[in-house]
């Protein structure tokens, strides 16, 4: 069974940063692609940034420009950087990994943006 294990999650002030990171117990390129979902309370789960085994990335609207996701195939890890954050960007993040219809998911970090 996959292993997804998040870190860098914490506390930040608006317009503040933080980089996430996720390391994948397998080889990341075994999946049809990784990235990370956000669930705020009261919310649905929402994809927030991927990229597939081809290295095509795509972004939730709200967060293009802001973050950046990126992967290490040597070190089998995901990692988004999160730029300008806001109120907004408040939730439990999950790092996933997906095999066509199988999503294997970590257990989840709290970011908090607050003054």
């Known amino acids: 069974q996959v292993q997804l294990v998040e870190s860098g999650g914490g506390l930040v002030q608006p317009g503040g940063s933080l980089r996430l990171s996720c390391a994948v117990s397998?080889?990341?390129?075994?999946?049809?692609?990784v990235g990370w979902y956000r669930q705020a309370p009261g919310n649905q789960r929402e994809l927030v940034a991927s990229?597939?085994?081809?290295?095509?990335?795509n972004y939730a609207d709200s967060v293009e420009g802001r973050f950046t996701i990126s992967r290490d195939g040597a070190k089998n890890t995901v990692a988004l950087q999160m730029n300008t954050l806001k109120p907004e960007d408040t939730a439990i993040y999950y790092c996933?990994?997906?095999?066509?219809?199988?999503?294997?998911w970590g257990q989840g970090t709290q970011v908090t943006v607050s003054s």
């Open positions: 996933y990994a997906r095999t066509l219809g199988v999503y294997d």
């Open positions: 397998s080889n990341i390129f075994m999946f049809n692609d």
């Open positions: 990229i597939n085994v081809g290295g095509r990335t």
